[in-house]
């Protein structure tokens, strides 16, 4: 698959690209496709996607689970990672850390954010990640690490 941010860019300029693009995400990382994200924007340092509330992903009490946050929550990171490490480099999740502050009631925007001095350096880069319901309240929010080093040459 071509580098992931220049494919956004390009399919994004085309109608029903982002549908396209979302499509073409998920099924690079297939795990992606059980939340089936619709992604929202990407560029350096920020990516944003919904996932919609859907049988196919609630728990017993009818919100969405929280292992479905999650996994939209690593997808808008991986987009972030994507579009922001330096060709020069690559990366890897390391860890995640996350409150449920709310129960997800509705749709989803799963956002992550990264600060430019973050990546100055190889090492560890740390992505904040928030998930918003339709209301505006956050319902899950955190951190996930990545692990950012030099290709091998």
């Known amino acids: 698959m071509p580098d992931t941010f220049a494919l956004y860019q390009k399919l994004t300029s085309l109608p029903l690209g982002k549908q396209a693009f979302s499509f073409l995400f998920a099924q690079k990382a297939p795990y992606f496709w059980s939340v089936r994200p619709q992604i929202r924007e990407v560029r350096p340092h920020h990516a944003e996607l919904t996932i919609a509330k859907r049988r196919a992903v609630q728990n017993h009490i009818g919100t969405v689970h929280a292992i479905a946050v999650c996994n939209g929550l690593e997808a ?78």
Do not use: F, H, N, Q
């Open 76 to 153: 808008a990171m991986g987009l972030l990672a994507e579009a922001t490490t330096p060709k020069d480099r690559r990366w890897i999740p390391k860890g995640m850390e996350v409150a449920y502050t709310a129960k997800s009631t509705t749709d989803l925007l799963c956002t992550a954010d990264t600060d430019p001095a973050d990546w100055e350096e190889p090492g560890d880069v740390p992505v904040r990640v928030r998930a918003i319901r339709e209301d505006g309240t956050v319902v899950v929010e955190g951190v996930i690490t990545i692990y950012v080093s030099e290709k091998k040459k």
